[in-house]
T-cell receptor, first 114, second 117 residues
Framework: GENVEQHPSTLSVQEGDSAVIKCTYS??????FPWYKQELGKRPQLIID?????GEKKDQRIAVTLNKTAKHFSLHITETQPEDSAVYFC?????????????FGPGTSLSVIP | GAVVSQHPSWVICKSGTSVKIECRSL??????MFWYRQFPKQSLMLMAT?????????EQGVEKDKFLINHASLTLSTLTVTSAHPEDSSFYIC?????????????FGPGTRLTVL
């Protein structure tokens, strides 16, 4: 089955700086890679996603890149703000014959220091 | 986005009792629902996937007789933790998806905090 690794586990940046979180996946058949933000005690929220037929996607301050050959994908947050502080999870789909399921990475706790 | 609710939001029970958690998609029909467990400061671990009208598919290591899942309709799935013990204490989150493919966005419920005494 799919295995997703994520680094770093914790990340602290100054407000205004950029933050980068990197993930790798094991199943070459995975074709969908969402990123979630989870604040303490709350549900995960989808912030951006990318499909395997695209190498990069951007939405305002957030961008995701995908390298299918290396099975790497990364989240880039520019001009970080204190409200970006949260736990971020990368995930990868694990396709099967009847339905797909999403497997989460271990998470990165991001702290943005004012 | 679509709305998924969970009930109860928190529950405290005695060891040995059973607890039922409901997950509802309020404004869409959920072909597939997922149940996750999240321990403090850890990731979401997929427990099982349920499709309406069929048996749930459990992930490796998850006891199907302990975590009973029923997906009775396109808007309701339930997770019953049978004979709960303190080690079952966790945050249980469901998600619902209107489609079978990953690119059909899945929407998460607010979670249920289970504490077993």
């Amino acid at each position: 089955g799919e295995n997703v690794e994520q680094h770093p586990s914790t990340l602290s940046v100054q407000e205004g700086d950029s933050a980068v979180i990197k993930c790798t996946y094991s199943d070459s058949a995975s074709n969908y890679f969402p990123w979630y933000k989870q604040e303490l005690g709350k549900r995960p929220q989808l912030i951006i996603d990318i499909r395997s037929n695209v190498g990069e996607k951007k939405d305002q301050r957030i961008a995701v890149t995908l390298n299918k050959t290396a099975k790497h994908f990364s989240l880039h947050i520019t001009e970080t703000q204190p409200e970006d502080s949260a736990v971020y999870f990368c995930a990868a789909s694990s396709a099967s014959t009847s339905y797909d399921k999403v497997i989460f990475g271990p998470g990165t706790s991001l702290s943005v220091i004012p | 986005g679509a709305v998924v609710s969970q009930h109860p939001s928190w529950v405290i029970c005695k060891s040995g009792t059973s607890v039922k958690i409901e997950c509802r998609s309020l404004d869409f029909q959920a072909t597939t629902m997922f149940w996750y467990r999240q321990f403090p400061k850890q990731s979401l671990m997929l427990m099982a996937t349920s499709n309406e009208g069929s048996k749930a598919t459990y992930e490796q290591g998850v006891e199907k007789d302990k975590f009973l899942i029923n997906h009775a309709s396109l808007t309701l799935s339930t997770l019953t933790v049978t004979s709960a013990h303190p080690e079952d204490s966790s945050f249980y989150i469901c998600s619902a998806r209107a489609g079978t493919r990953s690119y059909n966005e899945q929407f998460f419920g607010p979670g249920t905090r289970l504490t077993v005494l």
